[in-house]
């Protein structure tokens, strides 16, 4: 919706434009979504008066005149072809420079059939002033030579285009928006008078007017304008329109179009004497009939399209355009004027299925004020006699069967100060209602009883509607936090340029291999959180019910991801897949926020044999993702940020997870985990398929990143692989097996894997076997089978005392 700044100051007294950056910045302060703001001089920057001096044909061309024309400080030679250039015109003219309105070319010198041409005499269509290129605009007499055309024609205005939200129809209008920033600055606004004398003579002896589809068309006035003058509009208003982006056409039409964007009431003008039988009939079409609109284009109707007709067919589409049957036209002499309330959804689904968006079924769709109708009636009568000559009829016929009900919504002050934060008066929430027309009647059993303006009927109908204006009217720039979210300081991670950089390459390593990125919801329903985390992040205002904590993990948003994948692609479907977000908790009442890595397997292998072709294909013995190929992810990961000091520690339950540690001996800690997502969840979710996943914490994975790399030397002997399998109860956890493995090996025993997990009856049911792949070497010589051997004994044996394990024969 654009607005003109003179306009609204105009039905504001006393509303201060001298600082416009501090009238749109309170304006955004009041909820009012500027998209772009423009200064109209701006585009006539280069346009000057000039004199035409003197105007002679072109040599080389019939159809071009060489001018001179003098702009006050030089005289620049012009060649036109427009045929009207006369010596002694005042004249418009585009500068080298100057960039032409209709079409956005610079002007530059060149030579036009061998003569020099230094500018451009424009015409009104060029300057997107009218439609009118039958000639080049002449300017009056006594317009200065030299002055800046801009200045001239007084296109000193700011046009302003906000964005206006479906539940807002008061907005798409001049006077909505001045309601906005009269509140705003404490003032009110002047609705323009609506002066005209009426004659003897009454619109109702001329027409009548009848609702078929009451419950279609809730309100249809309209009044009779005899004996106009159709012609051009003056300046002011074909200024007015084309600053707000209309075509003006002529006074009749272009003033129903400025009462429509002043007061945000459609309006359709009908040649009187071109409506059959003198009837107005609200009604649906007939099934399959056609009708030819404004616009010159046949439609076809269906049995909800709603009409306006006359006494033998159809005279408009009700709400969105009217016919080229009773247009308004140069020899129209007189006016019926219709101001109407149109069923919003009804205008919508007819614009939706006739392929049709106009101005008039914009405001329609989303509610026009039913109380204004007979305001902008009046208001475009006045301007027809004013600048058309015409006699207005007496009265105005109103038919309005069933009147709306008068709305009215309580607030309680106590419930409004809980939910703004801030402590609040009666008086201060009527104050600031009042500045937008939402007047008090009553104090009722603690409630303050408000009637709500019509103009907000849509937007308005509960309590928390009008917490909400008094909210936005307040001003949430003063709205100060009461709430205490303390963070621990010791742990404050420099998020600078190294951390951005460390997440951003992240990003890039699992994309070069093979991963997709996903973006799941930070906001998930408590239930679901508090599997994961006893004390989630609960929001005190959710968005809705399935949406009321913090997520603890990214594990569940990749869940859900995977499933929906699963669900369109099938189950068979390779899916690599990673995250990074922020996941959030509660600790001792204090708010945790961390950013997470999360990257998973699922489905079936995919073997790339073609990358130039991007060419697929598939291993004749399926091979699906396993937590093996999920680890060696992570390893491969760990690697290229050059951390070797980790390990891997399984803990002993049905949640099969292992936790990921880094450093060394006392000061390793967890930074993540792997899982084997537990079957029982995957089945909730309707996943068939196995799902492997990492989760890992970056802002502790990012503490042990160094650039300071110290490279080991390379072994100069070769190293010896033992693999034992040591039979252990089921509550023996890995990292007790791990550390006694560490302690046993001694100096020669370099990295331990555990590569294999196995369970069986014959084991017994509290036992399982765990498989270890055991290197060892020495940088001094070559170990003998001897050697490692004996080594390898004293580590069955420590395992055997300690934690009663055994090798599995």
Excluded at 67 to 82: D, F, H, P, Y
Excluded at 99 to 113: A, L, Q, T
Excluded at 324 to 332: A, F, G, H, M, Q
Excluded at 733 to 748: K, L, P, Q
Aim: a negative charge; proline letters at 2%.
């Amino acid at each position: 919706m654009k607005i003109s700044l003179n306009h609204i100051k105009s039905l504001i007294p006393g509303l201060d434009t001298g600082n416009t950056a501090a009238l749109f910045s309170r304006m955004v302060e009041i909820g009012l979504d500027i998209e772009s703001i423009e200064y109209e001089g701006n585009k006539f920057r280069n346009f000057i008066i000039g004199e035409v001096i003197s105007a002679e044909k072109h040599a080389n061309a019939d159809k071009l005149t060489k001018c001179s024309v003098s702009i006050g400080s030089e005289v620049l030679s012009i060649v036109c072809g427009a045929p009207n250039v006369q010596a002694g015109q005042k004249v418009c003219v585009a500068k080298i420079g100057a960039v032409i309105p209709k079409g956005g070319f610079e002007i530059k010198k060149n030579k036009i059939r061998g003569e020099l041409s230094e500018g451009m005499i424009c015409a009104e269509d060029e300057l997107g002033l009218s439609g009118d290129h039958s000639g080049i605009m002449i300017l009056a007499g006594s317009a200065p030579v030299g002055t800046d055309f801009a200045s001239y024609a007084g296109f000193d205005d700011y046009i302003i285009e906000i964005g206006v939200t479906p539940n807002r129809g008061d907005l798409f209008s001049q006077i909505g928006m001045a309601r906005e920033i009269a509140a705003a600055h404490g003032l009110k606004i002047e609705y323009p008078d609506t002066p005209f004398t009426e004659s003897a003579e009454r619109s109702d002896e001329y027409i009548s007017v009848e609702i078929v589809s009451g419950n279609y068309c809730k309100r249809f006035t309209g009044r009779v304008v005899k004996d106009v003058d159709v012609k051009e509009s003056p300046d002011w208003l074909k200024k007015a329109l084309t600053s707000l982006g209309l075509r003006p056409r002529n006074n009749i039409v272009d003033i129903t179009n400025f009462v429509m964007m002043e007061t945000g009431q459609p309006l359709h003008a009908f040649d009187y004497d071109k409506i059959r039988e003198k009837k107005i009939i609200v009604r649906t079409a007939n099934e399959g009939d056609k009708f030819t609109t404004l616009d010159s284009k046949e439609r076809l109707l269906n049995s909800e399209s709603l009409m306006i007709c006359d006494g033998e067919g159809y005279s408009a589409i009700a709400g969105i355009m009217g016919g080229e049957r009773s247009e308004i036209s140069d020899t129209t002499k007189n006016v019926f004027i219709e101001s109407a309330f149109f069923d919003a959804v009804c205008i919508r689904r007819n614009s939706k299925q006739l392929g049709m968006q106009t101005d008039a079924s914009q405001r329609f769709e989303r509610g026009v004020d039913i109380s204004r109708t007979t305001y902008a009636s009046d208001r475009a009568a006045s301007l027809m006699q004013l600048l058309a000559g015409g006699k207005v009829l007496k009265g105005i016929i109103d038919v309005y069967p069933e009147p709306f009900p008068e709305l009215l919504v309580g607030l309680r002050r106590e419930r409004a100060e809980k939910i703004i934060g801030i402590e609040l008066t009666d008086e201060k929430i009527i104050s600031l209602l009042r500045g937008i027309e939402i007047r008090f009647t009553e104090k009722k059993d603690g409630n303050m009883i408000f009637r709500v303006p019509e103009f907000r009927r849509n937007d308005i109908s509960r309590e928390i509607d009008l917490i909400e204006e008094t909210a936005r009217l307040y001003g949430y720039i003063n709205i100060g936090s009461r709430n205490d979210f303390r963070m621990d300081m010791s742990s404050h991670i420099d998020f600078g340029d190294d951390y951005r950089n460390f997440i951003s390459c992240t990003r890039e390593y699992f994309i070069g291999r093979g991963f997709n990125e996903i973006i799941t919801f930070s906001q998930q329903h408590d239930k679901i959180v508090r599997k994961f985390n006893e004390n989630p992040a609960l929001i005190a205002n959710p968005n809705s019910v399935d949406m009321n904590a913090m997520r603890a993990n990214l594990l569940y948003g990749m869940l859900t991801a995977i499933k929906n994948n699963q669900n369109y692609s099938g189950r068979d479907v390779s899916l690599k897949l990673f995250e990074i977000g922020k996941v959030f908790g509660c600790d001792n009442n204090i708010f945790k926020e961390e950013n997470y890595l999360c990257f998973a397997d699922s489905g079936r292998v995919q073997f790339r044999i073609d990358k130039l072709a991007d060419l697929y294909s598939y291993n004749e013995n399926d091979k699906y993702y396993d937590f093996f190929d999920i680890k060696g992810e992570l390893i491969m990961y760990l690697s290229k940020l050059k951390l070797e000091t980790y390990k891997f520690i399984y803990y002993n339950s049905n949640e099969g997870f292992f936790d990921i540690c880094l450093g060394s001996g006392n000061n390793s800690e967890i930074i993540g985990r792997i899982y084997n997502v537990d079957r029982e969840l995957l089945d909730s979710l309707g996943i068939e398929t196995g799902v492997y996943a990492v989760e890992v914490n970056m802002d502790k994975l990012s503490e042990y990143i160094t650039k300071d790399v110290k490279y080991a030397e390379i072994r100069r002997y070769p190293a010896v692989k033992r693999d034992i399998a040591v039979v252990a109860g089921k509550s023996i956890h890995y990292s007790e097996i791990y550390d006694v493995i560490r302690t046993g090996g001694g100096s020669m025993l370099k990295e331990i894997e555990l590569f294999d997990v196995y369970t069986d009856e014959k084991l017994g049911n509290d036992k399982r076997s765990i498989t270890f792949t055991l290197e060892f070497s020495s940088n001094e010589k070559t170990l003998t089978d001897d050697e490692v051997s004996k080594q390898v004994e004293k580590i069955i044996k420590a395992l055997n005392n300690k934690l009663g394990a055994v090798l599995r024969n």
